[in-house]
């Protein structure tokens, strides 16, 4: 009996070590600063419209219009945010690419004729 105390003590010991390693490692990330990049938009572009940040760190993404409302759209991702007319404000997302590869964002307002052409490329490397 005394036996199986120390075993279960041993493990509660393990387990309580692992979750604040764990914790620790969440609380590092979330006190990472994140990497800002100021977009500016208008019609029928995104400036810059491509940029690099660092795979698994938080990316700020400051938008701001130059002319009318329009939408800013991260493919495959919940981000879908407005970006109000010049003058009324700026739109701000924080993203974390989970792994490297190519974003794609684009305008998710109807904006014009040139609509379609509104798209850019987050590369995390």
Do not use: W
Request: hydrophobic share 45%.
């Amino acid at each position: 009996m005394k036996q199986m105390f120390t075993r279960l003590n041993i493990l509660l010991v393990l387990m309580a070590a692992a979750a604040a390693s764990t914790g620790a490692s969440v609380a590092i990330a979330l006190q990472q600063k994140p990497h800002v990049i100021e977009i500016f938009v208008e019609r029928f572009s995104f400036t810059p419209s491509e940029f690099r940040v660092k795979a698994g760190a938080p990316v700020e993404i400051r938008l701001r219009s130059d002319d009318t409302d329009h939408g800013f759209r991260i493919v495959g991702t919940d981000i879908n945010v407005t970006i109000p007319k010049r003058g009324k404000g700026v739109a701000t997302v924080t993203f974390v690419p989970p792994q490297p590869g190519k974003y794609v964002f684009e305008c998710s307002k109807l904006c014009g004729a040139g609509h379609s052409f509104m798209r850019g490329t987050l590369i995390a490397e």
